[in-house]
């Protein structure tokens, strides 16, 4: 399993660039709607690691053709310069009949599946590879029907799972979706999130998936009971840190992925050549 950290702020790029120094993570995962605004041959130069590409705006479920065309077109520049080892984009809403949602909503799973699959054919499409989808951090019942509707999206579709640990455990506390009906998904994917959650302030009470916490006990209990499907050759996963973000608590909650997971069968290689 390689290890890799989300590159989100600018202000981050010096303790990303740390991290990477110093072989606690394997690879940068670039936010990558957040860099549109730098040359990606830079970007390419800026890091002598191997890169992922996560999207968070492209809004393909809601956004007309035209817009999706023109995001497409510029996405593709930064996967020719970047040479990414993935892309990935989440599967939710950003409004409702016109109006933005103050968080972003969840998809009705029973009703929304040929829609959905539609349009994650036409943007792979227009993107022009696979893409991996993540899943939601559910708080409404329907969440427990998440499962097989990633599981058939991606035996009709040919699209991958980003599937986030993390957000499976929040759908868990908050739904009751059961660890066990994610195991297919696990098993059909190779790229991974896994970061902190809290439970809300004020009632009712649920689980929020805020990349702001230590990696939880649960996280880490899910991850262990799962290790032989979660980890492959070519895995990847990307811890998530966008808030508290302090070197030493970054490093400790890597250092407790990697005792989980070993060092990746690549890095293994390296340690033996320089033993």
Request: aromatic share 14%.
């Amino acid at each position: 399993m390689r290890l890799g950290f989300n590159f989100t702020l600018g202000d981050t790029y010096d303790m990303v660039q740390r991290l990477i120094a110093e072989r606690h993570i394997d690879y940068c995962e670039f936010l990558i709607d957040n860099f549109f605004c730098v040359d990606p041959n830079e970007l390419a130069k800026a890091f002598d690691c191997p890169i992922g590409l996560h999207i968070m705006y492209s809004k393909f479920l809601e956004a007309d053709r035209p817009t999706l065309v023109d995001f497409a077109a510029r996405l593709r520049d930064y996967i020719d310069a970047l040479n990414p080892i993935y892309v990935s984009d989440h599967i939710l809403r950003f409004s409702h009949e016109g109006r933005a949602f103050f968080h972003l909503g969840e998809i009705d799973y029973s009703t929304e599946y040929e829609f959905v699959r539609d349009k994650v054919l036409q943007w792979q499409e227009l993107v022009g590879q696979r893409i991996h989808f993540e899943n939601y951090p559910s708080i409404m019942d329907g969440g427990v029907e998440a499962p097989a509707f990633f599981e058939r999206l991606m035996k009709e579709t040919g699209a991958g799972v980003l599937f986030d640990a993390s957000n499976a455990v929040c759908s868990h506390r908050n739904c009751g979706t059961p660890f066990e009906a994610w195991r297919n998904v696990i098993a059909g994917a190779k790229h991974f999130h896994v970061a902190g959650y809290r439970q809300s302030l004020i009632e009712p009470f649920i689980s929020l998936d805020t990349h702001a916490e230590a990696l939880a006990p649960d996280t880490m209990a899910f991850l262990a009971n799962f290790r032989s499907v979660f980890d492959k050759p070519g895995a990847t996963m990307t811890y998530e840190r966008d808030d508290q973000i302090e070197f030493d608590d970054i490093v400790a909650d890597l250092k407790l992925l990697r005792n989980l997971f070993g060092e990746p069968e690549e890095r293994r290689h390296d340690l033996a050549l320089s033993a």
